[in-house]
């Protein structure tokens, strides 16, 4: 099994000191807020909890770097197949005998041309 990188080492640490920073400021605020130390402590410790586990989601979401895949579950660095010529509807390799995609031709429904 290959070594982590440098990065991959240091991407907890980077989680944990970022929703700690964000929890310091709000601490901060509420204390500033409320001149009480107790419900300052409470908020700096459910914010760092909060941001904690959102950014834990939010890397978890994100992957690992490079295994990038689309929507369709498909690799986008993959080849993909040439596309095919353009379909001409005029040319649809037999005959549709008076009706169109919509359904019957007006002249079906008069008695037209097809001799009724």
Same mark, same amino acid.
């Given at each position: 099994?290959? =070594?982590?990188? =440098?990065?991959?080492?240091?991407?907890?640490?980077?989680?944990?000191?970022?929703? $700690?920073?964000?929890?310091?400021?709000?601490?901060?605020?509420?204390?500033?807020?409320?001149?009480?130390?107790?419900?300052?402590?409470?908020?700096?410790?459910?914010?760092?909890?909060?941001? $904690?586990?959102?950014?834990?989601?939010?890397?978890?979401?994100?992957?690992?770097?490079?295994?990038?895949?689309? $929507?369709?579950?498909?690799?986008?660095?993959? !080849?993909?197949?040439?596309?095919?010529?353009?379909?001409? !509807?005029?040319?649809?390799?037999?005959?549709?005998?008076?009706?169109?995609?919509?359904?019957?031709? !007006?002249?079906?429904?008069?008695?037209?041309?097809?001799?009724?």
């Amino acid at each position: 099994m290959a =070594r982590p990188s =440098r990065a991959d080492r240091f991407r907890p640490a980077e989680l944990i000191g970022f929703a $700690l920073v964000v929890a310091v400021f709000v601490g901060v605020v509420a204390f500033i807020s409320t001149r009480d130390f107790t419900v300052a402590v409470i908020f700096l410790g459910g914010a760092f909890v909060v941001a $904690l586990v959102l950014l834990a989601m939010l890397a978890l979401a994100a992957g690992p770097i490079g295994t990038e895949t689309s $929507l369709r579950g498909e690799d986008p660095a993959a !080849p993909r197949p040439e596309p095919g010529p353009p379909l001409d !509807p005029t040319r649809d390799g037999g005959s549709s005998a008076g009706s169109t995609a919509d359904g019957p031709s !007006p002249d079906d429904a008069t008695g037209g041309p097809s001799g009724r």
